[in-house]
């Protein structure tokens, strides 16, 4: 497989946020993901590059401006007396004003931002971001751990550049925000991979397909508990390639978030570190310009095994890799079997009853063959 030239941001300082004691997302599974990459050698082989800090402006291009005002100066003791006076900018627990909250966004989103710059001025094929792939933030409004939407500022400097870009996302969660700001384009499709059904954040059914210019150029596919590597693939891939030969994306932006690996703290599906990755490899075999971002994942250990595998498969070493981790600072977290892997459980897959996920791939086909000329 041939080589591609590969970007990676990161920022030493990602790991030292926290959301806040028995908070589910931890910044800290970004510094360990660096620290397994780092173990296996991979920093050598690609382009290391701390990303400058998205500005409050650049954030503007598409938050409010009183949104941004409120997050770039609220504080864990300031939040209640703030968000008083008729603004509700963060609501319930999901989202607190943790210590640092406006740098965290800032490192997230000045990642996806340069990554985007990185790809298009075209000194790299590949361009990483751990730290990004926040889907849910909103124009005026945080949610689900979401605060600034570093994947809707990446595409909108993509969108500088590039008349189309695609915008697929394999976290168990739809990635609502990201569709909503594109949901009137056609310059954008978005693809969303997800569990539908009792499940944050609600949206993301197959009849929610864009509007006005747009109609057509949202894609969802809707998923039950408990899907499998085969049965995932069986829905990715078929429509990823149709989505590729009718819209001929000029750059293709990937959230890897981590929550659909099996055994995840909040996810409910039961795909393993291959099948996650297999999407990176699909995708990277196309050779259109790529981003990858990262998003959930809560059982840390596995989010850190596949993103750096995920590393590995930008750079096409994935063969070559020690399937024996490494030795490294957090090696005892990886016991007992201490192997870059994620294996399958023996949950059941309520997507292949009554032929359920064949509907939904023919649907999602049928849909994309009306973009046909
Ligand atoms: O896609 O379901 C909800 C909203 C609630 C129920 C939970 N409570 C705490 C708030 C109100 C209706 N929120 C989801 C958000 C999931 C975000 C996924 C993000 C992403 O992976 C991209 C990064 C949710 N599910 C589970 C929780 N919230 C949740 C469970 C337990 C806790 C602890 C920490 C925090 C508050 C108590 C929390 C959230
Ligand atoms: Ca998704
Ligand atoms: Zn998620």
Redesign the pocket.
């Known amino acids: 497989m041939s080589k591609r030239r590969v970007t990676y941001y990161y920022d030493p300082d990602t790991g030292a946020y926290t959301?806040?004691l028995?908070?589910?997302?931890k910044p800290h599974r970004v510094s360990v993901t660096h620290e397994l990459v780092n173990a296996y050698d991979m920093l050598g082989q690609m382009h290391v590059l701390k990303p400058r800090r998205a500005t409050p402006e650049s954030m503007t291009a598409f938050h409010t401006d009183e949104y941004i005002h409120f997050l770039n100066r609220v504080t864990p003791e300031t939040v209640e007396e703030m968000t008083g006076h008729g603004s509700r900018f963060l609501?319930?627990?999901?989202n607190?004003a943790f210590e640092g909250v406006f740098e965290f966004c800032s490192i997230s989103a000045g990642g996806s931002i340069c990554a985007s710059e990185r790809i298009a001025d075209g000194s790299a094929d590949i361009a990483i971001n751990w730290a990004g792939?926040?889907?849910?933030a909103k124009k005026r409004e945080a949610?689900?751990?979401?605060y600034i939407n570093d994947i809707v500022l990446g595409i909108l400097e993509l969108l500088r550049t590039y008349p189309r870009v695609l915008y697929i996302d394999i976290?168990?969660?739809?990635?609502d925000g990201v569709e909503e700001a594109f949901y009137t384009t056609d310059r954008v499709m978005t693809c969303s991979f997800h569990k539908f059904g009792e499940?944050?954040?609600g949206t993301g059914t197959q009849e929610d397909r864009g509007r006005g210019k747009g109609k057509g150029y949202s894609i969802n596919v809707p998923l039950k508990d408990g899907i499998t590597d085969e049965a995932f693939q069986s829905v990715f891939d078929p429509i990823i390639a149709k989505i590729l030969e009718v819209y001929r994306p000029s750059a293709v932006v990937l959230q890897c978030?981590a929550?659909s690996l099996a055994g995840d703290r909040?996810?409910c599906f039961n795909i393993t570190m291959e099948g996650h990755a297999h999407c990176v490899q699909f995708l990277r075999k196309y050779n259109i310009p790529l981003i990858l971002l990262?998003?959930?994942?809560?059982t840390v250990k596995n989010v850190v095994r596949v993103w750096a595998y995920e590393t590995a498969c930008a750079l096409g070493i994935e063969a070559d890799i020690d399937p024996n981790l490494p030795w490294n600072s957090y090696f005892e977290w990886f016991g007992p079997r201490y192997r870059l892997e994620v294996l399958e459980n023996n949950m059941e897959d309520l997507n292949v009853r009554d032929g359920l996920l064949d509907k939904i791939r023919i649907t999602a086909l049928q849909q994309l063959q009306e973009l046909a000329p």
């Open positions: 959301y806040g028995g908070h589910l997302m609501v319930g627990d999901d607190p792939g926040l889907h849910h949610s689900g751990f979401c976290d168990c969660h739809h990635g499940y944050f954040p978030g929550d909040l996810g990262g998003g959930g994942g809560y």
